[in-house]
């Protein structure tokens, strides 16, 4: 690196600012701006709640392939040096991609909008890998790695941001929100591109700098919620026996993806129709992306030695709460506490299960998370196909969501009690005769 480069490049607080912005980009606004945006669609008669929960649906879908392509991309091109210096054209191909699909959505063209969505979801898990990879190793490079939490930030400072521009463009119609919110994501992927281009990754992978690239470690990756894991370890030639430990873990985690989504895919309109007319309820989502963005910022504070399956239990008997409080107390104050409990968790759960996936297969860390991911995404995907079927047969809409938001919470329940099964089986283990 010359003098004139290495003087200007960026600190590393503008690194995590940049991922940030990326993160917020590619998950608030590519995932989940399309929540606060559902019942504005559905009050302008774009769509009805059927076809919404299809579009969702198909946005969770295109997530999970699109991590499982960013999963896949080191084995086909059998070149990951190569890859890594092509991470930063992907990170910023990925937020362009997200900016493009949100301009798609302000066109009048129904049948456009699945393949939309579709796409929308694979470029936000494209995006968020390569964010990953590129800050947590230029904060290395800087000795700033306890500034990641400012990084897995950004899905809520996205979801806040998103909540925000719904409510305050609410009486306007749903299509003008989707081209603002399509230029925000435009003007934040500019500062990211400008931040990455001053820290020299684009030119070492224009010129095809292998040989540095062979020469640095690949970065380790902590992934965010609903993310493709890129951190690789030492692989094992031969696939690990699914033990009783790792098995629970992968069940208690899949279970993490379905129980938060229907409230993350439909909280405006559950609160629509509990508490109609409140001046509320445009905050809710707000409040919610809040929360993950302080859930996200606070894991840095636990102490490593703290048993993560604990913390994992925790977090679902949280989440459980913050689903069914709306039920319980059918109320602004039930929304807001609901919110609030449903999104500090968020980023923790999935942090926490990365952490405890690396701690039972250490060495074949890749593959597990792989597969804890899959799982999570399949949770996500089975969440509004439900929905629709229980809305179907229900005597109302109200009824309906209620009785999803129980089988959501159920399921959060359940997997608090897997992690306790593990905690068990760990202290019989302990404590059985030698």
Request: with cysteine; hydrophobic share 60%; glycine share 10%.
């Amino acid at each position: 690196m010359s003098e004139h480069t290495a003087a200007t490049r960026p600190g590393a607080l503008a690194v995590a600012l940049a991922g940030l912005l990326a993160l917020a980009i590619a998950m608030g606004l590519g995932r989940f701006a399309f929540t606060p945006m559902l019942p504005l669609m559905v009050r302008d008669g774009l769509i009805d709640l059927r076809q919404g929960s299809w579009l969702a649906t198909l946005n969770y879908l295109g997530y999970l392939l699109g991590a499982l392509a960013c999963m896949a991309l080191p084995w086909l091109l059998r070149q990951p040096q190569r890859l890594r210096a092509w991470g930063p054209w992907l990170l910023l191909a990925g937020l362009a991609a997200t900016a493009v699909l949100l301009l798609l959505m302000a066109l009048p063209l129904a049948w456009l909008w699945p393949g939309v969505r579709l796409l929308a979801g694979a470029a936000s898990a494209v995006a968020f890998v390569h964010t990953s990879g590129w800050c947590l190793e230029q904060l290395a490079m800087r000795r700033a790695g306890q500034l990641g939490g400012i990084v897995y930030s950004g899905p809520g400072i996205g979801i806040l941001a998103s909540g925000l521009m719904a409510w305050a463009l609410q009486a306007r119609p749903a299509l003008l929100t989707w081209a603002v919110q399509a230029l925000a994501a435009a003007a934040m992927a500019a500062w990211v591109l400008r931040v990455v281009w001053r820290s020299g990754a684009l030119q070492r992978a224009a010129s095809a700098a292998d040989a540095d690239a062979a020469s640095a470690p690949a970065p380790a990756v902590t992934p965010a919620p609903s993310t493709a894991p890129s951190a690789p370890a030492s692989a094992s030639a031969q696939p690990a026996a699914w033990t009783a430990q790792p098995l629970l873990l992968a069940l208690a985690y899949g279970l993490a993806g379905f129980g938060y989504i229907i409230t993350a895919t439909y909280l405006p309109v559950i609160a629509q129709g509990v508490i109609p007319g409140s001046r509320w309820i445009a905050w809710f989502w707000p409040i919610f992306g809040a929360c993950v963005a302080l859930g996200a910022a606070s894991t840095g504070l636990i102490p490593a030695r703290v048993d993560r399956r604990w913390l994992l239990l925790l977090c679902h008997l949280l989440q459980a709460a913050g689903v069914v409080l709306p039920l319980l107390l059918p109320n602004a104050t039930g929304f807001v506490l609901g919110s609030a409990l449903l999104g500090l968790p968020f980023t923790a759960i999935t942090l926490f299960g990365m952490q405890e996936a690396r701690r039972l297969r250490p060495a074949q860390a890749t593959a597990f998370m792989g597969s804890l991911t899959a799982l999570y995404g399949l949770g996500q995907i089975a969440g509004p196909p439900l929905v629709v079927r229980l809305l179907h047969g229900a005597a109302s809409q109200q009824q309906g969501f209620a009785l999803a938001l129980w089988v959501a919470a159920a399921g959060l329940l359940a997997g608090a009690l897997l992690y306790g099964l593990m905690l068990a089986l760990e202290r019989r283990r302990l404590h059985a005769p030698r």
